[in-house]
């Protein structure tokens, strides 16, 4: 059986971390402007520069392999390999000296994340998952944690106020009514507690491939399972909204809350 992701993909995955992990660092906690982008939310030069660091490896060793990023747009998108980049997940925490954010890589196949980094350049954090293989933390293997009740749980969103509307709105206020504890903010970085064991739920909305598709393999590798609201497995036509699991027994409760149940 061939494997889905091959080792020369996983050492540009780590090579692609490193990059960005050099340029972010060199400007965290340092005078730098700030624009806003048309939907208001902020980039920088680190941004900007992490991802062109990480493109331009990608052509230099994979040059038929797509590239979707949040800051410079995709090529190659109908590619059997897709690599997804966000730079930096969370820039608002990052220009504001706080180290709650993080690069995202994930490679995808077909349309289907089959590897995914989460890098926390300050801290540095490395949380690796690669498909059929169990999560990494700096080389060391980490597990979610068992929780099969949502009283029991601690649930995490970056931003309810932003992330749902409506009927969305109304389903996140009936989950974050049954859960034990509810906490905002830490965008990927509360995806890699929960694959390390330490957060139950996150439960997101509006968000982009680049946001979840580096998620989907760390947290399945390390035993918790994240889905769309309907259960269905996220892919790149997935619709943004997301529930990330430690203990895939709260998955069912979980959605069916969001639904209005």
Not at 15 to 40: E, M, Q, T, W, Y
Request: net charge negative; glycine share 12%.
């Amino acid at each position: 059986m061939t494997e889905e992701v091959s080792a020369a993909r996983i050492a540009l995955a780590e090579a692609l971390a490193d990059a960005a992990r050099a340029v972010i660092s060199g400007h965290f906690r340092r005078p730098l402007a700030v624009d806003d982008k048309s939907d208001l939310t902020p980039v920088t030069v680190a941004d900007r520069a992490a991802e062109a660091a990480m493109r331009q490896l990608i052509e230099k060793r994979f040059p038929d392999d797509g590239i979707i990023g949040e800051e410079h747009g995709s090529i190659r998108g109908e590619a059997e390999h897709v690599w997804v980049l966000d730079p930096i997940d969370g820039t608002k925490s990052f220009i504001s000296g706080i180290p709650l954010f993080g690069t995202l890589i994930a490679l995808a196949r077909r349309g289907r994340p089959v590897l995914g980094i989460i890098d926390q350049p300050i801290l540095g954090e490395r949380w690796l998952g690669v498909a059929g293989r169990g999560t990494l933390l700096n080389g060391a293997p980490v597990r979610s944690r068992r929780c099969a009740a949502l009283e029991r749980a601690t649930l995490f969103c970056t931003a309810p106020e932003l992330m749902f509307q409506g009927e969305d709105a109304a389903g996140f206020a009936r989950l974050r009514g049954a859960v034990k504890l509810f906490r905002a903010g830490a965008d990927c970085y509360a995806y890699a507690q929960l694959a390390g064991g330490f957060i139950d739920l996150v439960v997101e909305g509006q968000l982009k491939p680049y946001d979840f598709c580096a998620l989907a393999p760390v947290i399945e590798g390390a035993g918790g399972t994240i889905t769309d609201w309907q259960g269905r497995a996220l892919d790149l036509g997935s619709d943004g909204r997301v529930v990330a699991c430690g203990d895939p027994a709260l998955a069912a409760p979980a959605r069916a809350l969001l639904a209005g149940g």
